[in-house]
């Protein structure tokens, strides 16, 4: 399954008694997982954006979202 969309950074929360068999699933939509958190339901990684919403509609997936960056100015901005 080939996408042309770009990946994006993703954190799911996800049912952590079916957290197993929820990992293997996203992994199948396209998910490349980059951390797992089992014991508090939450595992991250990153995916076409095209294939966020199959994501959200697995069972045992309670949310997902993009990750956000933030980037600070340098220490000799003027703008602090």
Known sequence: ???GAEPVGVVL???PDR??????AARR???AVTAEQP?????SGSI???RIARLQ????????DRE????????DSPVQ
Do not use: H, K, N, Q
């Not at 509609?57 to 997902?64: A, E, H």
């Open 1 to 3: 399954m080939t996408s």
């Open 13 to 15: 929360a996800v049912d």
């Open 19 to 24: 957290f197993d068999e929820v990992v293997e």
């Open 29 to 31: 939509i396209g998910l």
């Open 39 to 43: 014991l508090l339901g939450t595992l």
């Open 48 to 50: 076409p954006e095209d």
């Open 57 to 64: 509609v697995l069972d045992g997936v309670d949310s997902v």
């Open 68 to 75: 956000r960056t933030y980037r600070l100015p340098p220490p």
